[in-house]
Protein backbone atom coordinates (compact mmCIF):
# COMPACT_ATOMS: atom_id res chain seq x y z
CA UNK A 1 0.00 0.00 0.00
CA UNK A 2 1.44 3.11 -0.81
CA UNK A 3 1.87 5.96 1.42
CA UNK A 4 -1.25 7.94 -0.11
CA UNK A 5 -3.41 5.16 0.06
CA UNK A 6 -2.45 4.47 3.53
CA UNK A 7 -3.49 8.66 4.94
CA UNK A 8 -6.40 7.50 2.75
CA UNK A 9 -7.01 4.80 4.62
CA UNK A 10 -6.60 6.19 8.04
CA UNK A 11 -8.38 9.45 7.31
CA UNK A 12 -12.20 9.11 8.63
CA UNK A 13 -14.59 8.46 5.81
CA UNK A 14 -16.39 11.58 7.01
CA UNK A 15 -13.51 13.92 5.99
CA UNK A 16 -12.74 11.85 2.34
CA UNK A 17 -10.72 8.78 3.75
CA UNK A 18 -12.30 4.90 3.30
CA UNK A 19 -14.46 3.58 5.04
CA UNK A 20 -13.83 0.87 7.23
CA UNK A 21 -16.71 -1.16 6.15
CA UNK A 22 -18.06 -0.49 2.70
CA UNK A 23 -21.11 -1.26 1.47
CA UNK A 24 -22.20 0.28 5.23
CA UNK A 25 -23.70 -2.41 7.36
CA UNK A 26 -27.22 -2.17 8.00
CA UNK A 27 -28.73 -3.98 10.83
CA UNK A 28 -31.23 -7.06 9.91
CA UNK A 29 -33.65 -8.89 12.12
CA UNK A 30 -35.20 -11.10 12.44
CA UNK A 31 -33.38 -13.96 9.86
CA UNK A 32 -36.67 -15.67 9.48
CA UNK A 33 -35.90 -19.25 9.22
CA UNK A 34 -36.69 -21.91 6.90
CA UNK A 35 -38.45 -23.30 10.18
CA UNK A 36 -40.09 -20.29 10.94
CA UNK A 37 -41.57 -20.33 6.83
CA UNK A 38 -42.61 -23.75 7.14
CA UNK A 39 -44.43 -23.58 10.86
CA UNK A 40 -46.37 -20.34 8.85
CA UNK A 41 -46.85 -22.30 5.72
CA UNK A 42 -48.48 -25.66 8.13
CA UNK A 43 -50.44 -23.57 9.49
CA UNK A 44 -51.98 -22.23 5.78
CA UNK A 45 -52.32 -25.64 4.96
CA UNK A 46 -54.12 -26.86 7.40
CA UNK A 47 -56.38 -23.89 6.94
CA UNK A 48 -55.69 -22.76 11.17
CA UNK A 49 -56.11 -19.06 10.76
CA UNK A 50 -57.73 -18.73 14.13
CA UNK A 51 -58.04 -19.83 17.55
CA UNK A 52 -60.65 -19.53 20.14
CA UNK A 53 -59.11 -21.36 22.77
CA UNK A 54 -56.17 -22.83 24.11
CA UNK A 55 -54.89 -25.40 21.30
CA UNK A 56 -52.69 -25.58 18.48
CA UNK A 57 -49.60 -24.23 18.01
CA UNK A 58 -50.63 -21.38 20.60
CA UNK A 59 -50.99 -24.24 23.63
CA UNK A 60 -47.57 -25.81 22.47
CA UNK A 61 -45.87 -22.12 23.04
CA UNK A 62 -47.62 -21.29 26.55
CA UNK A 63 -46.61 -24.77 27.60
CA UNK A 64 -43.16 -24.43 26.20
CA UNK A 65 -42.77 -20.45 28.60
CA UNK A 66 -44.69 -22.31 31.39
CA UNK A 67 -41.96 -25.02 31.98
CA UNK A 68 -39.42 -22.36 31.72
CA UNK A 69 -40.94 -20.25 33.71
CA UNK A 70 -41.39 -22.70 36.74
CA UNK A 71 -44.75 -23.73 36.26
CA UNK A 72 -46.33 -20.17 35.95
CA UNK A 73 -49.91 -20.08 33.95
CA UNK A 74 -49.01 -17.82 30.74
CA UNK A 75 -51.11 -16.47 28.35
CA UNK A 76 -50.41 -15.54 24.22
CA UNK A 77 -51.53 -12.29 23.74
CA UNK A 78 -51.62 -9.75 20.77
CA UNK A 79 -48.91 -7.73 21.98
CA UNK A 80 -46.25 -7.16 24.71
CA UNK A 81 -48.15 -3.74 25.24
CA UNK A 82 -51.62 -6.19 25.83
CA UNK A 83 -49.56 -8.23 28.04
CA UNK A 84 -48.96 -4.97 30.45
CA UNK A 85 -52.77 -3.85 30.58
CA UNK A 86 -53.70 -7.35 31.12
CA UNK A 87 -51.18 -7.35 34.37
CA UNK A 88 -52.10 -4.14 35.16
CA UNK A 89 -56.16 -4.46 35.05
CA UNK A 90 -56.01 -8.24 36.23
CA UNK A 91 -53.91 -7.09 39.56
CA UNK A 92 -56.51 -4.00 40.54
CA UNK A 93 -55.00 -0.93 39.08
CA UNK A 94 -57.49 1.94 38.50
CA UNK A 95 -58.17 5.46 38.82
CA UNK A 96 -56.58 7.24 42.05
CA UNK A 97 -54.02 4.46 42.21
CA UNK A 98 -49.75 5.31 41.75
CA UNK A 99 -47.94 2.75 40.33
CA UNK A 100 -44.10 3.35 40.50
CA UNK A 101 -42.57 2.69 37.11
CA UNK A 102 -38.85 4.05 35.74
CA UNK A 103 -38.68 7.06 33.73
CA UNK A 104 -35.62 4.97 31.57
CA UNK A 105 -38.23 2.32 29.57
CA UNK A 106 -39.96 2.32 26.66
CA UNK A 107 -43.58 4.66 26.35
CA UNK A 108 -45.47 0.72 26.66
CA UNK A 109 -44.32 0.01 30.11
CA UNK A 110 -46.55 2.42 31.75
CA UNK A 111 -49.30 3.69 29.05
CA UNK A 112 -51.69 1.04 30.14
CA UNK A 113 -51.61 2.10 33.19
CA UNK A 114 -52.59 5.88 32.04
CA UNK A 115 -55.79 3.89 29.74
CA UNK A 116 -57.00 2.41 33.40
CA UNK A 117 -56.97 6.09 34.94
CA UNK A 118 -53.94 4.93 37.21
CA UNK A 119 -50.85 7.27 37.84
CA UNK A 120 -47.31 6.34 36.67
CA UNK A 121 -45.04 8.00 39.50
CA UNK A 122 -41.66 8.30 37.38
CA UNK A 123 -38.24 6.77 39.18
CA UNK A 124 -34.68 7.51 38.06
CA UNK A 125 -31.88 4.84 36.85
CA UNK A 126 -29.00 3.20 38.47
CA UNK A 127 -26.13 4.54 36.69
CA UNK A 128 -24.68 1.55 35.74
CA UNK A 129 -27.32 -0.53 34.64
CA UNK A 130 -29.89 2.36 33.55
CA UNK A 131 -32.00 0.17 35.49
CA UNK A 132 -35.14 1.90 37.80
CA UNK A 133 -33.55 2.70 41.25
CA UNK A 134 -34.41 0.53 44.11
CA UNK A 135 -33.61 3.92 46.59
CA UNK A 136 -35.78 5.71 44.37
CA UNK A 137 -38.73 3.50 44.50
CA UNK A 138 -38.86 3.41 48.03
CA UNK A 139 -38.17 7.31 48.35
CA UNK A 140 -41.52 7.66 45.69
CA UNK A 141 -44.04 5.32 48.15
CA UNK A 142 -47.06 7.26 48.83
CA UNK A 143 -50.42 5.89 50.49
CA UNK A 144 -51.64 5.51 46.94
CA UNK A 145 -49.32 3.27 45.76
CA UNK A 146 -50.57 0.21 44.68
CA UNK A 147 -48.03 -1.78 42.68
CA UNK A 148 -44.46 -0.91 41.23
CA UNK A 149 -43.19 -2.00 37.65
CA UNK A 150 -40.14 -2.58 36.55
CA UNK A 151 -38.15 -3.14 33.50
CA UNK A 152 -35.03 -5.48 32.62
CA UNK A 153 -33.57 -2.78 30.35
CA UNK A 154 -31.39 -4.13 27.67
CA UNK A 155 -31.36 -7.45 29.17
CA UNK A 156 -29.92 -6.73 32.59
CA UNK A 157 -32.09 -7.80 35.32
CA UNK A 158 -33.13 -5.04 37.86
CA UNK A 159 -31.84 -5.28 41.03
CA UNK A 160 -35.06 -7.22 42.47
CA UNK A 161 -34.16 -8.17 45.87
CA UNK A 162 -34.94 -4.56 47.61
CA UNK A 163 -37.62 -3.89 45.32
CA UNK A 164 -39.35 -7.08 46.50
CA UNK A 165 -38.30 -5.99 49.86
CA UNK A 166 -40.34 -2.25 49.63
CA UNK A 167 -43.23 -3.86 47.93
CA UNK A 168 -43.84 -6.53 50.81
CA UNK A 169 -42.85 -4.10 53.63
CA UNK A 170 -45.96 -1.87 51.77
CA UNK A 171 -48.06 -4.58 50.83
CA UNK A 172 -47.98 -3.92 47.16
CA UNK A 173 -47.68 -5.98 43.67
CA UNK A 174 -44.91 -5.80 41.88
CA UNK A 175 -45.12 -6.65 37.52
CA UNK A 176 -42.09 -7.41 35.61
CA UNK A 177 -41.42 -6.15 31.68
CA UNK A 178 -39.54 -8.27 30.64
CA UNK A 179 -39.78 -7.41 26.69
CA UNK A 180 -35.62 -6.74 26.61
CA UNK A 181 -34.28 -9.60 28.56
CA UNK A 182 -35.63 -13.18 27.21
CA UNK A 183 -33.78 -16.16 29.07
CA UNK A 184 -32.25 -13.22 31.61
CA UNK A 185 -31.52 -14.70 35.41
CA UNK A 186 -31.17 -12.86 39.07
CA UNK A 187 -29.35 -14.74 41.16
CA UNK A 188 -30.40 -17.98 39.91
CA UNK A 189 -34.00 -17.32 38.76
CA UNK A 190 -34.76 -16.68 35.17
CA UNK A 191 -36.84 -13.30 34.88
CA UNK A 192 -40.65 -13.23 34.79
CA UNK A 193 -40.47 -15.79 38.02
CA UNK A 194 -39.64 -12.76 40.47
CA UNK A 195 -42.42 -10.63 40.45
CA UNK A 196 -46.66 -11.07 40.54
CA UNK A 197 -46.83 -10.78 36.78
CA UNK A 198 -44.62 -10.18 34.00
CA UNK A 199 -45.23 -9.17 30.41
CA UNK A 200 -43.21 -10.83 27.61
CA UNK A 201 -42.87 -8.79 24.06
CA UNK A 202 -42.37 -10.87 20.76
CA UNK A 203 -42.56 -7.80 18.44
CA UNK A 204 -40.29 -8.11 15.45
CA UNK A 205 -37.21 -6.47 16.94
CA UNK A 206 -36.96 -9.02 19.54
CA UNK A 207 -34.92 -12.89 19.90
CA UNK A 208 -38.43 -14.46 20.59
CA UNK A 209 -40.33 -12.73 17.48
CA UNK A 210 -43.76 -13.22 16.24
CA UNK A 211 -44.14 -10.07 14.01
CA UNK A 212 -46.51 -8.78 16.63
CA UNK A 213 -47.36 -11.29 19.73
CA UNK A 214 -46.82 -10.88 23.49
CA UNK A 215 -47.18 -13.12 26.41
CA UNK A 216 -48.43 -12.50 30.37
CA UNK A 217 -47.37 -14.86 33.16
CA UNK A 218 -49.05 -14.98 36.20
CA UNK A 219 -47.89 -16.17 39.89
CA UNK A 220 -51.47 -16.66 41.03
CA UNK A 221 -54.75 -18.04 39.81
CA UNK A 222 -56.89 -14.84 40.38
CA UNK A 223 -54.57 -12.54 38.03
CA UNK A 224 -54.35 -15.11 35.24
CA UNK A 225 -58.31 -15.21 35.09
CA UNK A 226 -58.97 -12.10 35.07
CA UNK A 227 -55.95 -11.62 32.47
CA UNK A 228 -58.35 -14.03 30.44
CA UNK A 229 -61.66 -12.33 30.74
CA UNK A 230 -60.16 -8.76 30.34
CA UNK A 231 -58.99 -10.35 26.59
CA UNK A 232 -60.88 -13.67 25.20
CA UNK A 233 -64.54 -15.09 25.69
CA UNK A 234 -66.09 -17.89 25.52
CA UNK A 235 -63.92 -21.10 24.48
CA UNK A 236 -60.78 -19.87 25.75
CA UNK A 237 -62.58 -18.42 28.76
CA UNK A 238 -64.41 -21.23 29.47
CA UNK A 239 -61.21 -23.39 28.95
CA UNK A 240 -59.10 -21.35 32.08
CA UNK A 241 -61.54 -19.83 34.28
CA UNK A 242 -62.99 -22.06 36.83
CA UNK A 243 -63.64 -19.77 39.78
CA UNK A 244 -66.99 -17.05 40.62
CA UNK A 245 -65.67 -15.62 37.62
CA UNK A 246 -66.59 -18.16 35.22
CA UNK A 247 -69.99 -16.69 35.35
CA UNK A 248 -68.42 -14.11 33.17
CA UNK A 249 -67.04 -16.30 30.11
CA UNK A 250 -69.72 -15.84 27.64
CA UNK A 251 -68.98 -12.22 27.32
CA UNK A 252 -65.05 -11.61 29.43
CA UNK A 253 -64.30 -8.30 30.31
CA UNK A 254 -64.60 -6.49 26.63
CA UNK A 255 -61.30 -6.85 24.60
CA UNK A 256 -59.99 -8.95 21.97
CA UNK A 257 -56.33 -9.94 22.92
CA UNK A 258 -55.96 -13.18 20.98
CA UNK A 259 -52.81 -14.23 19.50
CA UNK A 260 -53.01 -14.73 15.71
CA UNK A 261 -51.97 -18.06 14.98
CA UNK A 262 -49.30 -16.97 12.56
CA UNK A 263 -47.60 -14.93 15.41
CA UNK A 264 -48.01 -18.08 17.83
CA UNK A 265 -45.61 -20.67 15.45
CA UNK A 266 -43.12 -17.85 15.01
CA UNK A 267 -43.10 -17.49 18.69
CA UNK A 268 -42.88 -21.25 18.71
CA UNK A 269 -40.00 -21.42 16.33
CA UNK A 270 -38.19 -18.47 17.62
CA UNK A 271 -38.71 -19.92 21.37
CA UNK A 272 -37.33 -23.50 20.26
CA UNK A 273 -33.87 -21.65 18.71
CA UNK A 274 -32.94 -19.07 22.06
CA UNK A 275 -30.80 -21.16 24.45
CA UNK A 276 -28.53 -21.02 20.83
CA UNK A 277 -29.14 -17.99 19.87
CA UNK A 278 -28.50 -15.99 23.28
CA UNK A 279 -25.72 -18.23 23.74
CA UNK A 280 -23.78 -17.10 20.44
CA UNK A 281 -25.47 -13.35 21.02
CA UNK A 282 -23.36 -13.28 24.43
CA UNK A 283 -20.22 -14.42 22.87
CA UNK A 284 -20.62 -11.88 19.97
CA UNK A 285 -21.31 -9.25 22.03
CA UNK A 286 -18.25 -10.15 24.80
CA UNK A 287 -15.88 -10.02 21.62
CA UNK A 288 -17.34 -6.27 20.89
CA UNK A 289 -17.40 -5.33 24.59
CA UNK A 290 -13.64 -6.86 24.94
CA UNK A 291 -12.59 -4.99 21.64
CA UNK A 292 -13.81 -1.76 22.59
CA UNK A 293 -12.65 -1.78 26.36
CA UNK A 294 -8.91 -0.70 25.28
CA UNK A 295 -10.49 2.44 23.74
CA UNK A 296 -10.32 5.07 26.65
CA UNK A 297 -13.45 6.82 26.94
CA UNK A 298 -15.77 4.27 26.19
CA UNK A 299 -17.60 2.39 29.25
CA UNK A 300 -18.63 -0.65 28.35
CA UNK A 301 -22.11 -1.94 29.16
CA UNK A 302 -21.62 -4.00 32.50
CA UNK A 303 -23.51 -7.33 33.55
CA UNK A 304 -23.54 -7.42 37.64
CA UNK A 305 -22.46 -10.39 39.48
CA UNK A 306 -25.26 -12.95 40.00
CA UNK A 307 -26.85 -11.37 36.94
CA UNK A 308 -26.99 -12.70 32.93
CA UNK A 309 -27.98 -10.83 30.70
CA UNK A 310 -29.73 -13.35 28.69
CA UNK A 311 -30.95 -12.47 25.01
CA UNK A 312 -28.73 -8.80 25.51
CA UNK A 313 -31.53 -6.87 23.70
CA UNK A 314 -29.06 -4.06 22.97
CA UNK A 315 -25.73 -2.95 23.52
CA UNK A 316 -25.36 0.41 24.87
CA UNK A 317 -21.64 1.59 25.30
CA UNK A 318 -21.48 4.87 27.11
CA UNK A 319 -19.07 7.95 26.19
CA UNK A 320 -17.00 9.66 28.16
CA UNK A 321 -14.03 12.41 28.35
CA UNK A 322 -12.64 13.08 24.31
CA UNK A 323 -15.59 11.05 22.79
CA UNK A 324 -18.40 13.34 25.05
CA UNK A 325 -16.56 16.13 24.24
CA UNK A 326 -16.87 15.74 19.96
CA UNK A 327 -20.64 15.04 21.22
CA UNK A 328 -23.00 11.57 20.54
CA UNK A 329 -24.35 13.08 17.61
CA UNK A 330 -20.90 13.88 15.81
CA UNK A 331 -19.60 10.68 17.12
CA UNK A 332 -22.52 8.65 15.92
CA UNK A 333 -21.89 10.53 12.53
CA UNK A 334 -18.66 9.78 11.83
CA UNK A 335 -18.87 6.25 12.69
CA UNK A 336 -21.94 5.70 10.92
CA UNK A 337 -19.73 7.38 7.61
CA UNK A 338 -17.30 4.21 8.43
CA UNK A 339 -20.04 1.84 7.37
CA UNK A 340 -21.68 1.46 11.18
CA UNK A 341 -24.74 0.98 11.77
CA UNK A 342 -24.96 2.89 14.69
CA UNK A 343 -26.83 6.20 16.75
CA UNK A 344 -27.92 7.55 19.63
CA UNK A 345 -30.82 6.21 21.49
CA UNK A 346 -34.20 6.37 19.62
CA UNK A 347 -36.29 6.89 22.93
CA UNK A 348 -35.70 9.48 25.50
CA UNK A 349 -36.81 8.94 29.09
CA UNK A 350 -40.45 9.63 29.95
CA UNK A 351 -40.24 12.05 31.65
CA UNK A 352 -39.32 14.34 28.59
CA UNK A 353 -41.96 13.53 26.78
CA UNK A 354 -45.63 15.69 26.35
CA UNK A 355 -47.69 12.99 28.09
CA UNK A 356 -45.46 13.51 31.07
CA UNK A 357 -44.36 17.17 30.76
CA UNK A 358 -47.72 18.58 30.39
CA UNK A 359 -49.67 18.27 33.44
CA UNK A 360 -52.90 17.80 31.70
CA UNK A 361 -54.10 15.57 28.89
CA UNK A 362 -56.74 15.36 26.62
CA UNK A 363 -56.98 11.92 26.66
CA UNK A 364 -61.16 11.73 26.34
CA UNK A 365 -62.60 13.90 23.62
CA UNK A 366 -65.01 15.68 26.25
CA UNK A 367 -64.89 16.32 29.70
CA UNK A 368 -61.71 17.35 31.85
CA UNK A 369 -58.61 16.66 30.72
CA UNK A 370 -56.30 13.75 32.67
CA UNK A 371 -53.60 14.96 35.18
CA UNK A 372 -50.46 13.68 35.43
CA UNK A 373 -47.61 14.65 37.30
CA UNK A 374 -45.72 17.34 35.03
CA UNK A 375 -42.16 16.54 34.56
CA UNK A 376 -39.53 19.00 33.47
CA UNK A 377 -35.31 18.46 32.15
CA UNK A 378 -33.09 17.85 35.14
CA UNK A 379 -35.99 16.21 37.64
CA UNK A 380 -34.38 12.58 36.82
CA UNK A 381 -30.96 13.30 35.94
CA UNK A 382 -29.12 9.85 36.19
CA UNK A 383 -31.64 8.92 33.45
CA UNK A 384 -31.10 11.87 31.17
CA UNK A 385 -27.54 11.46 31.40
CA UNK A 386 -27.36 8.25 30.32
CA UNK A 387 -29.14 9.15 27.35
CA UNK A 388 -27.34 11.86 26.51
CA UNK A 389 -24.09 9.37 26.47
CA UNK A 390 -24.92 6.81 25.54
CA UNK A 391 -24.99 5.15 21.63
CA UNK A 392 -26.83 2.34 20.51
CA UNK A 393 -24.77 -0.89 18.52
CA UNK A 394 -26.18 -3.76 16.77
CA UNK A 395 -26.81 -7.18 18.72
CA UNK A 396 -24.71 -9.65 16.72
CA UNK A 397 -26.23 -13.09 16.65
CA UNK A 398 -24.91 -15.30 14.28
CA UNK A 399 -21.88 -16.85 13.81
CA UNK A 400 -21.09 -15.38 10.63
CA UNK A 401 -20.51 -11.46 12.58
CA UNK A 402 -17.04 -12.39 14.24
CA UNK A 403 -15.73 -10.64 11.46
CA UNK A 404 -17.87 -7.56 11.18
CA UNK A 405 -17.59 -7.30 15.22
CA UNK A 406 -13.79 -7.18 14.56
CA UNK A 407 -14.32 -4.54 11.65
CA UNK A 408 -17.02 -2.33 13.94
CA UNK A 409 -13.91 -2.18 16.64
CA UNK A 410 -11.71 -1.21 14.06
CA UNK A 411 -13.69 1.63 13.51
CA UNK A 412 -14.20 3.05 17.01
CA UNK A 413 -10.26 2.73 17.37
CA UNK A 414 -9.88 4.90 14.36
CA UNK A 415 -12.49 7.60 14.97
CA UNK A 416 -10.45 7.60 18.33
CA UNK A 417 -7.06 8.69 16.59
CA UNK A 418 -9.36 11.24 14.89
CA UNK A 419 -11.56 12.61 18.31
CA UNK A 420 -9.19 16.05 18.36
CA UNK A 421 -10.60 17.01 15.02
CA UNK A 422 -14.14 15.96 15.77
CA UNK A 423 -14.05 18.07 19.06
CA UNK A 424 -12.79 21.05 17.27
CA UNK A 425 -15.26 20.79 14.26
CA UNK A 426 -18.59 22.35 16.20
CA UNK A 427 -20.13 18.76 18.03
CA UNK A 428 -21.30 18.83 21.08
CA UNK A 429 -24.61 16.61 22.16
CA UNK A 430 -27.28 18.33 20.18
CA UNK A 431 -30.48 19.99 21.17
CA UNK A 432 -31.35 20.75 24.85
CA UNK A 433 -33.20 17.66 24.93
CA UNK A 434 -30.00 15.87 24.22
CA UNK A 435 -31.23 13.45 21.63
CA UNK A 436 -28.96 15.32 18.73
CA UNK A 437 -29.92 15.30 14.99
CA UNK A 438 -29.66 11.42 14.01
CA UNK A 439 -32.48 9.53 13.97
CA UNK A 440 -32.57 5.88 15.44
CA UNK A 441 -34.60 3.05 15.95
CA UNK A 442 -36.41 2.95 19.32
CA UNK A 443 -35.37 1.55 22.57
Same mark, same amino acid.
Given at each position: ??? +?????? =?????????????????????????????????????????????????????????????????????? $?????????? +???????? *?????????????????????????? =??????????????????????????????? $???????????????????????????? $?? +????????????????????????????????????????????????????????????????????????????????????? +?????? *????????????????????????????????????????????????????????????????????????????????????????????????????????????????????????????????????????????????????????????????????????
Amino acid at each position: MTA +SETGTH =DRLALQGGTPVISPPHRFVWPRVSDGDRAAVNALMDAGELSYYGREGVLEELEDLWSARLGGRRTLGLAS $GTAALHSAFA +SLGAGPGD *EVLAPTNTFLATVMPLVQLGATPVLC =DAEPDTGNIDPAAVAAAVTPRTVGIVVTHLW $GHPCDMDPILQVARRHGLWVVEDCSHAH $GA +SYHGREVGTLGDAAAFSFQAAKIVYAGQGGLLASGDTETHERACLLGHFRVRAEQDVTSELSRYTSTGFGLNYRMHPFAAALALS +SSRALE *ERVATRQKLLGRLADGLAGIDGILTPVTRPGCDRGAYYGFKPRLTGPWLAAGARTVADALAREGLDVHPPGSRPLHLLSLFADGEVPLHRSGPPVRLPAHRPGDFPVAEELHRTSLSLPTFTFPDEAELVDRYCEAFEKVARHLPELTGSGGGTGRADGTGGTSGAAT
